[in-house]
């Protein structure tokens, strides 16, 4: 079984922001995904360049449609359910239906089709079903790349002290309106329920490291 937190960025190196939830289609619709728009030295994306499996798993779709363009779907079976990792806007397939992919293997190039101005990777993420923000997951996917071994406390319901006094104090930066009293109770559970939800996380309320990534 695949564990969701070995998943890599698709495009290693390459840059991306945290655009969860921006207006699309002139406010008709929201963006459900994570752009990555520009090579490690800030330069476009050139055509075709590689995409690769975020995670391994079997090719489910090969298609295309107005606002995708040309996409591939790969469906993982992980630790946290089906995930289906969804390439968009490509250029070019290196994959049929059916095939089996290893992480980090050729999936297409990168393009500008579909409702696409620039050429990049839009990356989109569901967990059963469930839309969630592939941002939080590639900052810890880069940062697994780097070799970087952050150590990030497990914050839940009943923690205390610094760390939870620092958590209190990044989520009221946030606008939420809670006390930085080193206490992780109810009110702070559900302060970051709300950040999870805002941030297309799963909002169970425990603080992680795709929650330290989203907060930072
Ligand atoms: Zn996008």
Redesign the pocket.
Known sequence: MTAISELINPMPGCRYKD?WLAP?LGGASK?????ISRLPDGKLIPYDYPIKACLPGTVEKVSRNWRAGNFVWILTETDKGAVITSY??LNSFAVKRGDRVEKGELVGGAGNTGN?STV?????ITINGRRVNPYPYLIEADKRARGEQEVQPLLKYGSRGGEVRQLQSLLIEEGYRIKADGIFGKATRAAVQKFQKSKGLIADGIVGPLTWAALK
Do not use: F, K, N, V
């Open positions: 655009t699309r963006h459900y995904g994570c752009d968009c806007h696409s990049h990777l839009h990356l989109a």
